[in-house]
């Protein structure tokens, strides 16, 4: 009888040795245990949750007071970007701080104009066009000298639905979780294949699919909005990996193409610079697909400058 209690107390100690090994490098090695948390919005569906410092998988992640992926909003700001838009441009944890399109160009259009320039990353997965602009109508344009829009095709027609996402949707978590190992079986296991193959979800595992019909209305009421300030307003259009193959635009960016030039708006295809290289996946671009993004918007953003 003591012996076997004593196998008892020996396995006890064995499982627990290894759930706290495998707490620690979770921890240590992907940064799990302390994820980016969320928000919901009445106005734009929902945002990361401010203020947030954090590292996964090796990349620094970091969220402003205002919940864009840029630094502190700072009283010297006077000479303003905005580069907003969906998970392309917002990059995801699986994007460094550093390797971000706009921390490129808020370095470089710095060292190049000879001041002090802010391109701010405003920016949530599956945003489209009228998530966006009901951003900039709630908080305003923060003394923007121009505005870019990051757009792809499927933009078109990404409508916002107010589906109750946050703090259900497992890449929307309003709370940390209870620990490394919880979180990895409960977000990474879990959510992503036993759930998933039990209820065949049409969701993707970091993005909302929406389904709406009409034109988006937020590339026709960011072009008033800007028109009324006075300022530039861009469209960049960033092509999905099917696009590249094909060698051209689908039909729904053909539309945002016809729109903008209808509407007198600067528009940017990006389609004929990019290449399979630069994505992770089939529509978001990895760092030299940031790289790219960057070195597309800089002489654009530069010439404007130029004309203050």
Known sequence: MFKKYNIYILLLTVVSLLAVGLEVLLRAQYGLGKTLLFTD???YEYIAAPNQDLVRFGNKVLVNEYGMRSLKIEPSDTTVILLIGDSVINGGVLTDHDSLATTILEKELSQESQREVRVLNIS????????????????????????????????????MEFKNIVGVHASYPTEQPMSAVSEFFSRYV???????????????????????????TGF??????????????????????KEVKNGAYNQQGNEIVSFAHSNNIQVLEALSFWNEQYYRDQIHPNCQGQRQIADLLKPLILEKLNEY
């Open 124 to 159: 949530a997965g599956s945003w489209g066009p009228d998530n966006c602009y009901a951003y900039l109508e709630k908080h305003g344009v923060f003394n923007a000298d121009m505005v870019v829009l990051v757009a792809s095709s499927h933009d078109a027609h990404d409508n």
């Open 190 to 216: 879990w959510s992503r294949y036993v759930k998933k193959n039990r209820n065949n979800a049409g969701q993707g595992q970091t993005m909302i699919n929406k389904e709406g019909k009409s034109f988006n």
């Open 220 to 241: 026709g009421d960011l072009k008033r909005l800007t028109d009324s300030l006075n300022i530039p307003f861009t469209i960049y259009l960033h092509p999905e990996r």
């Open 41 to 43: 919005s009445k106005e």
